[in-house]
């Protein structure tokens, strides 16, 4: 789970250090990834559902789970666009809720419970950080961001890509453990990334500054002007 949100902070990073300004695009892609799940969601669900009768007893009002969906949806979507100081409180908020949840208003922990969950509040999420990043206006420089992006255009798609990707394979362990042990644990857990990831980031910008100074010494069968070549 770490490993997942490590690598996608850092795509976040890259995004922002090669020329992206977007705050509400950077947030768009850490909530809209949820679709990938939907055919392994279709696909699975029908292989892990009890007996029909099982499920419509512990099944809650439909307008309970909306309003469920909505509210921790919307708080997922206000976790993403806060600042780093209010972000830990926010999030263990979030997690706390999705506790209480499963525990009281679920009552279970089949794959079906877990994916609905991730889907619809992801799509609501998803659909207020739509909102914000047209009420802000941030659209109008999408075209121009791509593609004055530093490391080309398709750096730029794939960054988005995959930082989606492992948002929510971040999110499916998120909610497994959850589910199975507790919001505590998962948060102390995640709370391990926190000083790691600026160190990870300081270790590549580091070897990639010792790379560009490293002088490369020639073969002695090289020319003369290649001698005293150096790559910085």
């Known amino acids: ?16 250090d090669k020329g992206g300004k977007s705050k509400w695009m950077g947030t768009l892609v850490q909530l809209g990834g949820f679709p990938i799940l939907l055919p392994y969601y279709f696909i699975s669900a029908p292989k892990n559902l009890t007996t029909k009768n099982s499920i419509h007893l512990n099944q809650p009002p439909a307008s309970l789970l909306a309003f469920i969906y909505v509210s921790l949806g919307l708080l997922l979507a206000l976790e993403k666009v806060c600042d ?7 999030y263990g908020l979030w997690l ?62 794939f960054n988005f890509t995959f930082t989606a990707i492992f948002w929510q394979l971040f999110t499916i ?33 580091d070897t990639k500054s010792e790379n560009r100074n490293t002088c490369h010494v020639p073969k002695a069968s090289a020319p003369q002007d290649e001698v005293h070549r ?3």
């Open 1 to 16: 789970m770490n490993e997942s949100t490590m690598t996608a902070r850092l795509l976040g990073r890259l995004y922002y």
């Open 84 to 90: 780093r100081i209010h972000i830990q409180l926010v």
């Open 96 to 157: 706390s809720l999705k506790q209480l949840v499963f525990k009281n208003v679920v009552k279970g922990k089949t794959f079906k419970v877990v994916m609905d969950m991730i889907i619809y509040t992801s799509f609501v999420a998803t659909c207020a950080t739509v909102v914000g990043l047209f009420a802000s206006g941030e659209w109008n420089g999408l075209k121009n961001e791509m593609k004055e992006y530093q490391i080309g255009k398709a750096s730029y798609v």
């Open 173 to 205: 362990g998120c909610l497994g453990l959850i589910s199975e042990i507790s919001s505590l644990f998962c948060n102390a857990i995640s709370v391990l990334r926190v000083p790691l990831i600026p160190m990870l980031a300081q270790y590549i910008n």
């Open 230 to 232: 150096c790559v910085r």
